[in-house]
């Protein structure tokens, strides 16, 4: 306030928009209504002079500060000091921009601490600068408005509202000169040129709520609810919360009480022991814990031991076993086992939720850290070879973990040093082979063929006692027989199987025409003497004219070999054969043709005919030829009457012949590469009488067919089947009674696999030259003297004349046989067996009248008259008769013996098959079923010792064998069941489930469960079982076909969903098929067997291909490698899925030195031709 002035007290409104309705003049009524509107106690004289005091003492400190904006400037005189000071702070605003954007409403509000905030709202920078330039226009104002403009101009720099001028009236204005071009391209201001200000509530003070309303005009001044979205459970932040382990909950399992309650109590709730009211708890609602905290206390011992949570019982239970493990291997550093199962209990350990824990969340690092628990293994190991210098177990335990920490050649250092510790070791040597053979950084075919002969030599060298140090080990002679077989399968798989087939040869000379000059010479003696003869030329083993290592030494003793004249009819049928057949298809299907027909070709080992006059120059490709130096190191010494047989009959199964037997156990998944296990041929039309030429998923030497080709039973060419023959007339002298039985079966067989080819294929005019032959070859081996009475031979004959169509042949056939059987022996029962199946096949299929003919059969086995033909219906007495005698033969052959002779073993299998295929015929399938029960439970616990032997042995020989060939009469029963009568598959499903549970790695008991289950809708049972049986065995089978069974399901759906090549509906959801086989895949190639099994790579790279995923196909391939690179028919599946690399392909086959028959030169200059 200016001095000398005299200023009259203005009454102010205390709401400035009712001001004119305050000071109107009215009644008095309506005057006392609004008198609340009036402020008698404020003044405008006192404001204003607050206002002076405030804006000097504003002015004086903003002197040094930063400019402001502000609502009014100053004068014209004082605008140039103005402008400067504007653009120091326009240039410093730029740079602190973020902050005060930050801070700018908190600054505001310090501004307008001490005026008056009536209208309580705020302007915006830019509606700031539009008060400025009003200000500045506004001249026709009275003294009092220019004196307070003066005064603000003083000022500067402080806010300055319009209400507080108190020449206020109804036309004041202000004219804003600068245009703002937006407000024509927008329908409305800029929503920083509106005032903002927050209103609390919707209603207005002093209003009567019940007479009067406001209508706002805006958006509702509720604050806007942030809407999250759920967060879905493939989000990170979910997936992290999956990976935790959940909280076990358990509560006290109690007795339940036959009375009935009224409420379900709460779980220990019981246990709570109510609150003391006390001075430190008055009302009662305190815990134990808390009061004793109050008190200044903590809890008992006693109490503070007991854990609170399942987690903490679960840790405390945890660390009492490590603490257990660590006491007894303190105790007993000796017990290998006991380390063992410390080392496995490691896992156990690191999936234990947080005891162990570094630090907080240090629980997921450690389960997502395989390193950590890999690094606390070897320490535990390496803790045990302390206390165990000599253990091999440990050592190689330790090497198979350091697989993940060391570099290969760092690893071989060590496998050698192992090897040389422990040359005695087979176990040892056989996983030393696996791990080099598996390496692809420093694999090569050359290398390991090498090893394996040094293998097998320093074995031979310890199995002859020269190596002093160490003694030779029980079943050295069998172990040494089996790396002989994966070494020969190993070259098979590589290409060389010139090299595989010479190996084979050498052994037969070696270990059957051995001079006997030579015999008692150690194996490396004997082998200095076999290499002239391998070097001279003479025919071998397979080859015409072939007479023995034996032979050929005689004769040099006596002057040499008398010259032969050779045939004039023998041509050289190699060249006849077409190689390239179509130069008009793309490059890699001619390659892949061509290779295919060389490896089916030229399988036997390149020899000069020396009666062509053919020197080793004339071969036209140098590895044909295979060289002493290739096998001599291989050549073992086998002793045992059954290794030798063994030999024989695994070289026959080499060649494609089906023998009975296949590759041990420790190689039988290296060698598997195609997918025969899968083809049930005639299994599923001939459920009783199919024949199981037992292939086990190996294919035969010179076949490199493509993954899902027809399991080859058309036989080789022409110089293959001479080949086998020779071989078959080769040996059979060498041995006799039950052995050459079985040899002449086998030929007969694999005579019989080409007809059954030939049906399958409905090739009419090979069948009849087929069947032809055939026959021709049993009436042969028939007028043998003493194959006279050789029941399988008659078996066979009257079979093929069942399969080709002659019925009335056939039973010719086997009513003679059984005119000439003497004794009951199994072969007799065998051989009625197979009569009464044939006969009750062939009822099925002619829907006539019951078997009468088969029951004759099976009656007239029991008798002990002769064989008489069929006249007509058993009488009753004679199956009741023949029952009685079934039920005595059992039970005098579980009797007294326990079942302990081969032979009385071999016995009861006949006579069980033909006694539950009596009674199904006679009462029905629930007799054969108590059949099978009664004579499991006999056996079961007839040599309780062989039990875990159960599920590894398949011989006859052996109890498994016996209870494994009785399920499979049982299942092939029920299969017969159900396909010739409505009858639920409950019982065949328990049956198989039940049987594959004892016998894990059978193929036709898992062929018959897959197909019974594709049949069912819910496939969630079968899964299950998959999963119990791959958890409980480590064969790779259940694996396998629980693959294929998904495989088959996927068909299934995928033939629903397309109907001539075109999409439909589909009523079948897929349900992750694909996603499930991609796991099923995985989790097998992590198993112990799968990822060293050609045969599941080559399944899992042909799926992803017809998926049409290509990169993730070369992925998997070049894993394969990692892990197979010796199988040539994986590099062959590649050139097949992606012909663009196949360059690439090649150059690594030549590179790890697999047999290529045709480089892609020779391709080119046979194109060309």
């Known amino acids: 306030m200016w001095p000398g002035t005299a200023v009259r007290p203005v009454i102010m409104a205390l709401f400035p928009a009712f001001a004119g309705v305050s000071e109107a003049p009215d009644s008095g009524s309506s005057r006392k209504e609004l008198d609340w509107l009036s402020n008698p106690s404020f003044c405008v004289g006192t404001i204003t002079s607050l206002s002076q005091q405030t804006e000097g003492a504003t002015a004086l400190a903003s002197e040094g500060s930063p400019l402001t904006r502000s609502p009014l400037k100053s004068e014209p005189s004082d605008e140039s000091d103005t402008n400067e000071k504007l653009k120091q702070a326009s240039r410093k605003k730029k740079k602190e921009k973020k902050k005060k954007r930050k801070h700018q409403h908190h600054r505001k509000t310090k501004r307008k601490h001490g005026q008056s905030s009536s209208s309580g709202s705020e302007f915006d920078t830019d509606s700031e600068k539009d008060q400025l330039s009003r200000s500045r226009d506004s001249?026709?104002?009275?003294?009092?408005?220019?004196?307070?403009?003066?005064?603000?101009?003083?000022?500067?720099?402080?806010?300055?509202?319009?209400?507080?001028?108190?020449?206020?009236?109804?036309?004041?204005?202000?004219?804003?000169?600068?245009?703002?071009?937006?407000?024509?391209?927008?329908?409305?201001?800029?929503?920083?040129?509106?005032?903002?200000?927050?209103?609390?509530?919707?209603?207005?003070?002093?209003?009567?709520?019940?007479?009067?309303?406001?209508?706002?005009?805006?958006?509702?001044?509720?604050k806007k609810r942030s809407h999250k979205h759920a967060e879905r459970y493939f989000t990170k932040k979910n997936v992290g919360l999956m990976k935790v382990d959940g909280v076990a909950i358990s509560r006290k399992t109690e007795p339940p009480s036959s009375e009935p309650v009224s409420f379900i109590p709460v779980t220990g709730s019981d246990d709570v022991v109510p609150s003391v009211t006390t001075w430190l708890n008055p009302l009662g609602i305190y815990d134990q814990s808390t009061t004793q905290?109050?008190?200044?206390?903590?809890?008992?011992?006693?109490?503070?031991?007991?854990?609170?949570?399942?987690?903490?019982?679960?840790?405390?239970?945890?660390?009492?076993?490590?603490?257990?493990?660590?006491?007894?291997?303190?105790?007993?550093?000796?017990?290998?086992?006991?380390?063992?199962?410390?080392?496995?209990?490691?896992?156990?350990?690191?999936?234990?939720?947080?005891?162990?824990?570094?630090?907080?969340?240090?629980?997921?690092?450690?389960?997502?850290?395989?390193?950590?628990?890999?690094?606390?293994?070897?320490?535990?190991?390496?803790?045990?070879?302390?206390?165990?210098?000599?253990?091999?177990?440990?050592?190689?335990?330790?090497?198979?973990?350091?697989?993940?920490?060391?570099?290969?050649?760092?690893?071989?250092?060590?496998?050698?040093?192992?090897?040389?510790?422990?040359?005695?070791?087979?176990?040892?040597?056989?996983?030393?082979?696996?791990?080099?053979?598996?390496?692809?950084?420093?694999?090569?075919?050359?290398?390991?063929?090498?090893?394996?002969?040094?293998?097998?030599?320093?074995?031979?060298?310890?199995?002859?006692?020269?190596?002093?140090?160490?003694?030779?080990l029980p079943g050295t002679e069998e172990a040494m027989f089996a790396l002989f077989?994966?070494?020969?399968?190993?070259?098979?798989?590589?290409?060389?199987?010139?090299?595989?087939?010479?190996?084979?040869?050498?052994?037969?000379?070696?270990?059957?025409?051995?001079?006997?000059?030579?015999?008692?010479?150690?194996?490396?003696?004997?082998?200095?003497?076999?290499?002239?003869?391998?070097?001279?030329?003479?025919?071998?083993?397979?080859e015409k004219g072939a007479r023995g290592w034996r032979a050929w030494m005689h004769q040099q003793e006596r002057g040499g070999w008398v010259a032969v004249s050779p045939d004039d009819d023998d041509d050289d049928p190699e060249g006849d054969e077409q190689e390239i057949r179509d130069k008009t298809l793309p490059r890699w299907q001619v390659w892949l043709a061509a290779e295919r027909s060389r490896d089916q070709r030229h399988w036997r080992p390149w020899r000069p005919d020396k009666t062509k006059k053919q020197t080793e120059e004339d071969c036209e490709d140098p590895e044909r030829q295979v060289l002493f130096d290739d096998i001599g190191q291989s050549l073992i010494r086998l002793s045992s009457q059954e290794l030798q047989f063994q030999l024989i009959a695994a070289f026959l199964q080499f060649l494609g012949v089906p023998s009975g037997f296949g590759p041990p156990a420790s190689c039988l998944y290296l060698a598997m590469d195609e997918n025969s296990i899968f083809d049930n041929g005639l299994c599923d039309e001939k459920p009783l009488t199919s024949l199981n030429l037992s292939y086990s998923g190996v294919s035969c030497v010179g076949r490199t067919d493509q993954l899902g080709c027809w399991r080859w039973t058309k036989g080789h060419n022409r110089e293959g089947e001479e080949f086998i023959?020779?071989?078959?007339?080769?040996?059979?002298?060498?041995?006799?009674?039950?052995?050459?039985?079985?040899?002449?079966?086998?030929?007969?067989?694999?005579?019989?696999?080409?007809?059954?080819?030939?049906?399958?294929?409905?090739?009419?005019?090979?069948?009849?030259?087929?069947?032809?032959?055939?026959?021709?070859?049993?009436?042969?081996?028939?007028?043998?003297?003493?194959?006279?009475?050789?029941?399988?031979?008659?078996?066979?004959?009257?079979?093929?004349?069942?399969?080709?169509?002659?019925?009335?042949?056939?039973?010719?056939?086997?009513?003679?046989?059984?005119?000439?059987?003497?004794?009951?022996?199994?072969?007799?029962?065998?051989?009625?067996?197979?009569?009464?199946?044939?006969?009750?096949?062939?009822?099925?299929?002619?829907?006539?009248?019951?078997?009468?003919?088969?029951?004759?059969?099976?009656?007239?086995?029991?008798?002990?008259?002769?064989?008489?033909?069929?006249?007509?219906?058993?009488?009753?007495?004679?199956?009741?008769?023949?029952?009685?005698?079934?039920?005595?033969?059992?039970?005098?052959?579980?009797?007294?013996?326990?079942?302990?002779?081969?032979?009385?073993?071999?016995?009861?299998?006949?006579?069980?098959?033909c006694f539950m295929l009596f009674q199904y015929l006679t009462v029905g399938i629930e007799a054969a079923a108590r059949v099978y029960e009664q004579v499991f439970a006999k056996l079961k616990g007839c040599d309780a010792p062989e039990g875990p032997g159960l599920e590894d042995s398949a011989s006859p020989q052996s109890v498994g064998g016996v209870l494994e060939a009785v399920t499979l009469m049982h299942t092939s029963l029920l299969?017969?069941?159900?396909?010739?009568?409505?009858?639920?598959?409950?019982?065949?499903?328990?049956?198989?489930?039940?049987?594959?549970?004892?016998?894990?790695?059978?193929?036709?008991?898992?062929?018959?469960?897959?197909?019974?289950?594709?049949?069912?809708?819910?496939?969630?049972?079968?899964?299950?079982?998959?999963?119990?049986?791959?958890?409980?065995?480590?064969?790779?089978?259940?694996?396998?076909?629980?693959?294929?069974?998904?495989?088959?399901?996927?068909?299934?759906?995928?033939?629903?969903?397309?109907?001539?090549?075109?999409?439909?509906?589909?009523?079948?959801?897929?349900?992750?098929?694909?996603?499930?086989?991609?796991?099923?895949?995985?989790?097998?190639?992590?198993?112990?067997?799968?990822?060293?099994?050609?045969l599941l790579w080559r399944m899992y790279l042909n799926f992803l291909v017809s998926l049409g995923n290509k990169e993730r196909s070369k992925g998997v391939f070049y894993k394969a490698l990692q892990n197979c690179p010796w199988a040539k028919v994986l590099y062959m599946d590649a050139v097949d899925y992606f012909p663009d690399e196949m360059q690439v392909v090649l150059d690594l086959m030549t590179e790890k030195e697999l047999r290529v028959r045709l480089p892609l030169e020779e391709l080119e200059l046979l194109l060309e031709d």
Not at 534 to 542: I, K, M, Y
Not at 833 to 841: F, Q, T
Not at 1067 to 1093: V, W, Y
């Open 485 to 542: 077989l994966q070494q020969c399968h190993f070259l098979r798989q590589a290409g060389h199987s010139e090299k595989a087939v010479s190996l084979f040869q050498a052994m037969v000379d070696f270990t059957f025409f051995k001079p006997d000059s030579v015999k008692d010479l150690p194996t490396k003696g004997q082998v200095e003497f076999f290499e002239p003869f391998w070097d001279s030329g003479e025919p071998r083993a397979g």
């Open 975 to 1094: 299969r017969f069941h159900s396909r010739v009568s409505v009858c639920p598959l409950a019982p065949l499903r328990e049956a198989l489930s039940q049987a594959l549970k004892l016998y894990p790695d059978n193929q036709a008991l898992w062929r018959s469960y897959v197909q019974v289950q594709s049949k069912s809708h819910d496939a969630s049972k079968t899964r299950r079982f998959f999963d119990a049986i791959t958890r409980s065995t480590k064969s790779l089978e259940p694996w396998l076909f629980a693959i294929e069974a998904e495989k088959m399901r996927k068909r299934l759906v995928e033939t629903v969903q397309r109907v001539d090549g075109r999409e439909v509906h589909t009523t079948i959801p897929e349900t992750g098929l694909t996603h499930r086989i991609k796991a099923l895949f995985e989790n097998a190639i992590r198993s112990d067997n799968g990822g060293q099994c050609p």
């Open 139 to 222: 001249k026709k104002e009275s003294e009092k408005v220019n004196q307070e403009k003066a005064a603000a101009a003083d000022i500067g720099h402080c806010f300055i509202w319009l209400e507080d001028i108190q020449a206020l009236t109804g036309e004041t204005f202000r004219t804003d000169k600068k245009p703002d071009p937006a407000n024509w391209e927008y329908k409305s201001l800029y929503r920083g040129d509106i005032a903002r200000y927050k209103r609390k509530g919707d209603s207005c003070l002093g209003i009567n709520p019940k007479k009067q309303c406001i209508s706002w005009e805006g958006a509702s001044t509720e």
């Open 725 to 913: 023959r020779n071989i078959f007339h080769l040996v059979m002298p060498l041995f006799s009674g039950k052995e050459k039985s079985q040899l002449y079966f086998s030929w007969f067989q694999y005579e019989m696999a080409k007809v059954i080819w030939c049906l399958h294929t409905k090739n009419k005019k090979r069948l009849k030259s087929q069947g032809k032959n055939c026959k021709k070859l049993a009436k042969n081996l028939l007028k043998e003297p003493e194959n006279r009475n050789n029941f399988c031979l008659w078996k066979q004959y009257a079979h093929l004349e069942w399969l080709l169509g002659n019925t009335e042949d056939a039973r010719k056939v086997f009513d003679t046989a059984l005119s000439l059987a003497g004794s009951k022996d199994h072969e007799l029962c065998e051989l009625s067996l197979l009569y009464a199946e044939l006969e009750v096949e062939l009822w099925s299929d002619l829907r006539g009248a019951p078997p009468a003919r088969a029951v004759h059969v099976l009656t007239r086995l029991t008798e002990n008259g002769p064989y008489g033909p069929f006249t007509g219906p058993v009488l009753a007495v004679h199956i009741l008769k023949a029952r009685k005698a079934y039920e005595h033969a059992l039970q005098d052959c579980w009797g007294e013996s326990r079942v302990s002779d081969p032979a009385t073993r071999s016995r009861l299998i006949s006579l069980a098959k």
């Open 293 to 472: 905290w109050l008190q200044g206390q903590g809890p008992s011992e006693q109490e503070s031991k007991q854990p609170d949570s399942q987690t903490d019982r679960e840790n405390v239970l945890l660390k009492a076993k490590v603490e257990e493990f660590n006491r007894r291997v303190r105790e007993n550093p000796r017990d290998i086992q006991l380390w063992m199962a410390f080392v496995a209990f490691q896992d156990e350990v690191m999936k234990s939720p947080g005891l162990y824990a570094i630090e907080e969340g240090g629980q997921e690092k450690r389960k997502r850290s395989l390193k950590l628990v890999l690094e606390k293994k070897l320490a535990i190991l390496e803790r045990a070879i302390e206390s165990n210098q000599s253990s091999v177990d440990l050592k190689l335990a330790k090497l198979q973990l350091c697989t993940e920490f060391w570099e290969p050649s760092t690893l071989v250092k060590e496998w050698q040093k192992l090897i040389f510790l422990h040359p005695n070791n087979t176990a040892l040597w056989q996983k030393y082979l696996l791990f080099c053979q598996s390496q692809f950084s420093t694999f090569s075919v050359s290398k390991i063929h090498s090893l394996y002969g040094k293998c097998l030599s320093t074995l031979s060298a310890v199995k002859d006692g020269s190596i002093l140090s160490h003694p030779e």
